[in-house]
């Protein structure tokens, strides 16, 4: 989701904005139609790119975006002017998302995703490594039954599989209907 934030791990102590890419270049194709992406023109309107690692994720910053501003009364009508050509009509403000990195937020995150994926992880590498249990093999057996028909045995190799189907020749095709 576009919107302000503040994330140390990436940015800093910087505010950016971090735009959802599929959004903007829904309006950047509506208003302009170049076939750029959304740094064409960010760039030469005096803001900065700042990669978010290495996953292509970036933000923005520059004048009237993130510098400059009262941060409770945040807008995207800088950017947009950028992008458009045509001065910003949001009339809403923004929140900042700001994402905490500190030692014990991260022990914290951890701990919560061990304590929700831990027992999924366990069960999945069980299921690698144990064998299958007397009900798999009899619901897998009966599966294949009903797969293969019931319980009759398999084609031989020599017979066709769409006995039904023949060439048609013009003496045994569809009859039409001569007039004239």
Not at 65 to 75: F, H, I, K, P, Q
Not at 114 to 120: D, H, K, L, Q, S
Not at 127 to 133: M, R, V
Request: with cysteine.
């Amino acid at each position: 989701m576009s919107g302000f934030a503040r994330d140390t791990k990436y940015y800093g102590d910087r505010l950016v904005y971090e735009p959802l890419q599929s959004k903007w270049d829904r309006y950047h194709a509506t208003h302009c139609g170049c076939g750029q992406d959304l740094t064409a023109h960010a760039v030469p309107a005096g803001f900065t790119v700042i990669p978010r690692g290495t996953s292509g994720y970036y933000g923005l910053v520059g004048p009237g975006l993130t510098e400059g501003v009262d941060e409770s009364a945040l807008t995207a009508n800088a950017l947009w002017e950028a992008v458009t050509g045509k001065p910003g009509a949001q009339t809403w403000y923004e929140s900042v998302h700001v994402t905490c990195r500190s030692p014990e937020a991260e022990a914290r995150r951890k701990a919560e995703n061990e304590r929700v994926y831990g027992p999924r992880r366990e069960q999945a590498a069980k299921a690698k490594t144990e064998p299958a249990t007397a009900a798999q093999l009899k619901y897998l057996a009966t599966l294949r039954r009903r797969r293969t028909g019931s319980g009759s045995t398999p084609r031989s190799p020599r017979r066709s599989r769409a006995p039904g189907s023949r060439r048609v020749s013009p003496a045994s095709g569809p009859r039409r209907l001569r007039t004239g």
